[in-house]
């Protein structure tokens, strides 16, 4: 019989103490120099991976921690140090998690150990989806593959966009269309191995936050792959197409169709993965109320530090009370993640939605509270400010959890 407990065991602690001392150590002291530089931030993520904080046996580690808070700590720690920084060390989990969700055992033994590398030899990975024209609306992707039997090989052509490092990576996971008729359900994940031709980055994007975080175009003009490089293989995805095309035939034919269990599944990765981004928002967002509330104790003006003044203590009241119900959503989102609970009513996308935009109101209440301070780069809280920014975007924007959110609860398919 399990007991209610919301306190992270002694393993997990010792891990976010270990976490802090490098965010608090490594991160906070580089991370204005690399945010102004706008470039990949390597000797960070080298000593990310020295000490084996870049590194899939931890990730793995994490991920699989039967409470489910594994993940959401170490990303609250490490976007507490910086955002920028940590989405460039946390940037190739997202590719990672792709391989684990539709990849075979063999595929994941084979490409998720060479999309970290080791610490002497580094390789980064990319997860490849949106594009120009699919953004929000994954079903309109163009980018196509065409299977070519005789050579038994996948030929990829198309435009990704907004791809996390897109064109620096080593592995890069591409989402394409095997059959553009059948929208969502017709794509197919494909590993795009290292040094595979046909691959180029585009223009790399110059942001307003995360900046030290790549994100890029990636062209595939006639990539061709070998046919293990489909993830979960041809057979399984010759199985969910035949079933996706009767589905369609029927609804054609006034059947109505069933919910396909191939979106179901798509969907229980999404809400297991968003309390993850969620947590990353919690870091920046606790990160700029700390600042905050030293601020208001020593800034004196009329006398008095700031913080006696209930405008500026009750709205730190409600920075620390957003940033704690936004921990509580993702821990719960994660937990049922971890034990299987069905997500009846989007809670991913709920912890996700709320963290996000608890981000980016508390980093806006931490500016407001410094003052002229707050609106200069002498201080950090106008870079987490333009970092939170992000978090109402990717990942799905807020319009987009609201959206799964009102379908879940509603059982109506919303517009
Ligand atoms: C820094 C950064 C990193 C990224 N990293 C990756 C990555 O690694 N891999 C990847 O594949 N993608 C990545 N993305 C892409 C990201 O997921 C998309 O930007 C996001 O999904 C939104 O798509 P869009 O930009 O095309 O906006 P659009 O879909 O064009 O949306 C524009 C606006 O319309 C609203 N909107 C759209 N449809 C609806 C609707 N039905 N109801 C209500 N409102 C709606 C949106 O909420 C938004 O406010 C990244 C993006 C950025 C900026």
């Not at 965010?23 to 000490?51: F, N």
């Not at 929000?136 to 196509?144: E, G, H, I, K």
């Not at 080593?170 to 017709?186: E, F, I, N, Q, S």
Request: net charge negative; hydrophobic share 45%; charged share 20%.
């Amino acid at each position: 019989m399990s007991t209610f407990s919301l306190d992270p065991g002694p393993d997990q602690l010792a891990v976010r103490d270990w976490l802090h001392g490098f965010a608090a150590d490594v991160m906070r002291p580089a991370a204005a120099e690399w945010d102004e530089r706008e470039e990949t931030p390597w000797p960070i993520i080298q000593e990310a991976a020295r000490l084996g904080i870049y590194s899939l046996d931890f990730y793995a580690q994490q991920y699989f921690d039967p409470s489910g808070v594994g993940i959401p700590i170490a990303m609250e720690e490490l976007f507490w140090g910086d955002a920028g920084l940590g989405l460039a060390i946390v940037g190739t989990t997202l590719a990672a998690v792709a391989v684990l969700a539709n990849g075979t055992d063999e595929q994941i033994g084979t490409w998720a150990p060479q999309m970290f590398g080791t610490p002497d030899d580094l390789k980064l990975a990319a997860f490849c989806s949106s594009e120009p024209d699919a953004g929000s609306d994954v079903s309109a992707l163009r980018t196509r593959a065409v299977y070519q039997e005789a050579t038994d090989e996948w030929v990829l052509n198309g435009t990704k966009t907004w791809a996390t490092n897109g064109g620096i990576a080593d592995v890069h996971v591409v989402v394409a269309t095997v059959d553009p008729a059948l929208g969502a359900r017709g794509q197919a994940s494909f590993i795009v191995p290292p040094g595979t031709r046909g691959l180029a980055q585009g223009q790399k994007f110059k942001k307003h936050g995360i900046r030290a975080s790549h994100t890029a175009e990636v062209v595939l003009d006639d990539v061709r792959l070998p046919g293990h490089c489909l993830l979960g293989g041809k057979e399984k995805l010759d199985e969910r197409l035949a079933r996706a095309r009767e589905r369609a035939a029927g609804t054609a034919a006034g059947s109505g169709g069933s919910r396909g269990s191939g979106k179901n599944a798509a969907m229980a990765t999404f809400e297991a993965s968003r309390p993850a981004v969620g947590a990353q928002a919690i870091g920046i967002a606790r990160a700029a109320y700390e600042v905050a509330l030293d601020y208001a104790g020593t800034r004196v003006q009329f006398g008095r530090p700031i913080i006696d003044n209930q405008g500026v203590a009750f709205q730190l009241a409600d920075m620390r009370t957003r940033i704690d119900a936004s921990r509580l959503l993702v821990w719960r989102a994660s937990w049922m993640a971890a034990t299987n609970q069905p997500f009846t009513a989007a809670e991913g996308s709920m912890s996700k939605l709320y963290a996000g935009e608890t981000a980016k109101w508390v980093t806006a209440q931490a500016m407001q509270i410094l003052g002229g301070n707050g609106y200069t780069r002498e201080y950090p809280v106008e870079r987490m400010h333009r970092d939170s920014a992000i978090y109402t975007v990717f990942e799905g924007t807020s319009e987009i959890q609201r959206l799964v959110i009102a379908r879940a609860i509603s059982g109506l398919p919303i517009r």
